[in-house]
């Protein structure tokens, strides 16, 4: 079990056997040292053991917590976060389905290997700018049981099949991405934050697919259908992942609005910490622009210059889809590539047949906008690349991931060398730069395809967070970039966050679903294309036969 430290020098140390909490001045009440904290703005969790605490009372003394301090800031699959009501701290908790008993040095290890393989994996391949690993922290267990009753009234109801662990007293401590990453003290200024989840970026390309149909419509544009029949959607998004990665700025219009229209899981939009806008479930209204512009009219006309109305509305609107294109367009690697080199982009397609904004095109006769191209240092530009680790895409991986799993039941003590749960160190790092595909049949081979494609679905699952704080025209950007839209300019930070790697165990799992996805969408959609597609061929045939006649 993790010892508790003693008092600290006060230093942030990340990376430490799951700190306890107590005398570490970035995690008591006390005002944070300059730059201290794992949010340099602060704060927030105060010192104790985990222990069974005097019962609640008012008043942060030291060695208790408050769990009226800390808010629901949202949820996954895996995670349930919760954000300090003051500091821009937050605690990221793991969920387990009721009665899954898990070991507390199996939550501890668990979240290590989060915070190990966000350090040593993901901050190589997205670049340190982007990456906060936060450091596992030890809870009062009190606090943890107080704060999910507290919280379970505000949870969607599509989430509550899993429960907050509140056994271990462990969690992970991050900076509040929904707040603008301050060098001192947080400032109060109001900020809007954007929360997109783009999915994958690229059309598979390799050798070993054998649905056609995976060569011209992307996983996101075809899964919608299956989503949407199933009942987790009420309607197929107009949004298509390679419009947002294609890097021009018109298919990224295209892509961002239709985010806003159909949010799903993939868009929210927080206003000073707080969800204004973005589907919690399946049953949640239906996207209200109006409300959202209200919203957001003094962020980006602060001199009130702009009446109510729809007009306003659409102006609104087009000042955030421009402004997040800007951003994402960012480069604050100052053109730095991350560490892998897989070419000059996506071998595949670079327009999804299923995308409305391609379809539009060809209707009209033209073809798809030139792709620009991301710039080589933005994070979408980075997150594509580690997503293009997937080389052989689901089907021509699968049999690597058995050839592993027939030599692990003859040797399952190997697990551990093989580092299949870790430790997610310098050298789990390094196989991962063997991009060949030539397959030399031995397991060393299929281990290092398995670990790129757990790699590559992580990447393909995580979410960028744009946090925007209005600054003074004269602002100076060395401190923090800047980004100006027609009536403000906005100090910004680019984040990514959901970096857990995606489990050994989860490929059987995208094995099935990927032919899921793929005959649902072939046996609905493709076939009334084609439909479609003979009816008017017959239709002109019929044409040609009148003509005959005549
Ligand atoms: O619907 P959610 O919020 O539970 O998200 C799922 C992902 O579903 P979605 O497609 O709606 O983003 C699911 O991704 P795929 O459906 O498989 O594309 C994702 O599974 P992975 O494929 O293993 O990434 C699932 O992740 P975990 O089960 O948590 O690993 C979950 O994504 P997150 O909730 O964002 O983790
Ligand atoms: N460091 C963070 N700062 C602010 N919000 C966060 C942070 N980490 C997660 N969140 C919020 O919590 C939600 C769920 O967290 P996430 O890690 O995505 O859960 P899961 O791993 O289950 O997908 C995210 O969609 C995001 O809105």
């Given at each position: 079990?993790?010892?508790?430290?003693?008092?600290?020098?006060?230093?942030?140390?990340?990376?430490?056997?799951?700190?306890?909490?107590?005398?570490?001045?970035?995690?008591?009440?006390?005002?944070?040292?300059?730059?201290?904290?794992?949010?340099?703005?602060?704060?927030?969790?105060?010192?104790?053991?985990?222990?069974?605490?005097?019962?609640?009372?008012?008043?942060?003394?030291?060695?208790?917590?408050?769990?009226?301090?800390?808010?629901?800031?949202?949820?996954?699959?895996?995670?349930?976060?919760?954000?300090?009501?003051?500091?821009?701290?937050?605690?990221?908790?793991?969920?387990?389905?009721?009665?899954?008993?898990?070991?507390?040095?199996?939550?501890?290890?668990?979240?290590?290997?989060?915070?190990?393989?966000?350090?040593?994996?993901?901050?190589?391949?997205?670049?340190?700018?982007?990456?906060?690993?936060?450091?596992?922290?030890?809870?009062?267990?009190?606090?943890?049981?107080?704060?999910?009753?507290?919280?379970?009234?505000?949870?969607?109801?599509?989430?509550?099949?899993?429960?907050?662990?509140?056994?271990?007293?462990?969690?992970?401590?991050?900076?509040?991405?929904?707040?603008?990453?301050?060098?001192?003290?947080?400032?109060?200024r109001p900020i809007l934050?954007?929360?997109?989840?783009?999915?994958?970026?690229?059309?598979?390309?390799?050798?070993?697919?054998?649905?056609?149909?995976?060569?011209?419509?992307?996983?996101?544009?075809?899964?919608?259908?299956?989503?949407?029949?199933?009942?987790?959607?009420?309607?197929?998004?107009?949004?298509?992942?390679?419009?947002?990665?294609?890097?021009?700025?018109?298919?990224?219009?295209?892509?961002?609005?239709?985010?806003?229209?159909?949010?799903?899981?993939?868009?929210?939009?927080?206003?000073?910490?707080?969800?204004?806008?973005?589907?919690?479930?399946?049953?949640?209204?239906?996207?209200?622009?109006?409300?959202?512009?209200?919203h957001l009219k003094p962020f980006f006309f602060p001199s009130n210059g702009l009446?109510?109305?729809?007009?306003?509305?659409?102006a609104v609107?087009r000042e955030l889809v421009r402004v997040i294109?800007r951003v994402?367009?960012?480069?604050?690697?100052?053109?730095?590539?991350?560490?892998?080199?897989?070419?000059?982009?996506?071998?595949?397609?670079?327009?999804?047949?299923?995308?409305?904004?391609?379809?539009?095109?060809?209707?009209?006769?033209?073809?798809?906008?030139?792709?620009?191209?991301?710039?080589?240092?933005?994070?979408?530009?980075?997150?594509?690349?580690?997503?293009?680790?997937?080389?052989?895409?689901?089907?021509?991986?699968?049999?690597?991931?058995?050839?592993?799993?027939?030599?692990?039941?003859?040797?399952?003590?190997?697990?551990?060398?093989?580092?299949?749960?870790?430790?997610?160190?310098?050298?789990?790092?390094?196989?991962?730069?063997?991009?060949?595909?030539?397959?030399?049949?031995?397991?060393?081979?299929?281990?290092?395809?398995?670990?790129?494609?757990?790699?590559?679905?992580?990447?393909?699952?995580?979410?960028?967070?744009?946090?925007l704080s209005p600054c003074l025209q004269d602002a100076?950007s060395?401190?923090?970039?800047v980004v100006a839209s027609s009536r403000s300019r906005f100090a910004f930070?680019?984040?990514?966050?959901?970096?857990?790697?995606?489990?050994?165990?989860?490929?059987?799992?995208?094995?099935?679903?990927?032919?899921?996805?793929?005959?649902?969408?072939?046996?609905?959609?493709?076939?009334?294309?084609?439909?479609?597609?003979?009816?008017?061929?017959?239709?002109?045939?019929?044409?040609?036969?009148?003509?005959?006649?005549?």
């Amino acid at each position: 079990m993790a010892a508790t430290v003693g008092v600290a020098s006060g230093d942030y140390e990340p990376g430490s056997r799951g700190r306890g909490v107590e005398g570490r001045p970035w995690l008591t009440g006390a005002p944070p040292p300059d730059g201290g904290g794992c949010c340099p703005g602060g704060p927030a969790v105060s010192s104790s053991r985990p222990r069974e605490a005097p019962g609640p009372h008012r008043g942060m003394d030291e060695g208790k917590m408050d769990e009226n301090e800390w808010g629901y800031h949202g949820e996954g699959n895996k995670s349930l976060v919760v954000a300090h009501a003051q500091r821009c701290v937050v605690l990221r908790f793991l969920k387990f389905p009721p009665n899954r008993k898990k070991a507390s040095e199996e939550i501890f290890q668990h979240l290590q290997n989060i915070v190990d393989f966000s350090k040593n994996v993901m901050k190589e391949f997205l670049g340190e700018n982007y990456v906060h690993c936060g450091e596992v922290v030890q809870l009062p267990l009190d606090f943890v049981k107080q704060l999910c009753l507290k919280i379970q009234s505000e949870r969607p109801e599509s989430r509550c099949d899993k429960d907050l662990d509140t056994l271990s007293g462990y969690a992970l401590c991050l900076p509040n991405l929904a707040r603008l990453q301050t060098y001192r003290f947080v400032e109060h200024r109001p900020i809007l934050c954007v929360e997109i989840k783009p999915k994958c970026g690229f059309i598979p390309f390799s050798g070993d697919v054998t649905h056609e149909v995976k060569h011209k419509v992307c996983r996101y544009c075809m899964h919608q259908h299956l989503k949407v029949a199933t009942g987790k959607w009420k309607q197929i998004s107009k949004y298509c992942p390679l419009d947002l990665y294609s890097g021009n700025k018109q298919r990224m219009h295209f892509a961002l609005k239709s985010l806003l229209q159909e949010a799903q899981n993939n868009l929210k939009i927080f206003k000073n910490g707080e969800l204004i806008y973005g589907c919690k479930d399946a049953r949640s209204p239906v996207a209200d622009w109006s409300e959202l512009a209200h919203h957001l009219k003094p962020f980006f006309f602060p001199s009130n210059g702009l009446a109510g109305g729809p007009h306003c509305t659409g102006a609104v609107i087009r000042e955030l889809v421009r402004v997040i294109t800007r951003v994402l367009l960012s480069d604050s690697e100052k053109g730095r590539a991350g560490a892998l080199r897989l070419g000059p982009g996506p071998q595949g397609p670079r327009v999804c047949e299923a995308s409305p904004f391609g379809r539009s095109l060809r209707h009209q006769g033209k073809s798809a906008p030139e792709c620009s191209g991301l710039p080589k240092g933005c994070l979408l530009y980075k997150t594509l690349q580690v997503q293009m680790l997937d080389l052989l895409d689901i089907e021509g991986l699968y049999p690597l991931y058995r050839r592993v799993e027939r030599y692990l039941e003859e040797f399952p003590e190997e697990r551990k060398t093989l580092q299949i749960d870790g430790p997610y160190d310098e050298a789990f790092y390094q196989k991962l730069l063997d991009l060949s595909t030539e397959d030399d049949g031995t397991v060393a081979f299929a281990l290092t395809k398995v670990q790129q494609y757990r790699v590559a679905m992580t990447a393909k699952d995580c979410s960028v967070m744009i946090a925007l704080s209005p600054c003074l025209q004269d602002a100076s950007s060395e401190q923090r970039p800047v980004v100006a839209s027609s009536r403000s300019r906005f100090a910004f930070s680019v984040s990514v966050l959901d970096l857990d790697l995606k489990p050994y165990e989860s490929i059987p799992h995208q094995y099935k679903l990927d032919g899921k996805i793929v005959n649902y969408y072939s046996k609905t959609v493709h076939a009334k294309d084609a439909a479609v597609m003979s009816a008017r061929f017959k239709e002109s045939e019929d044409c040609t036969l009148v003509l005959h006649q005549v």
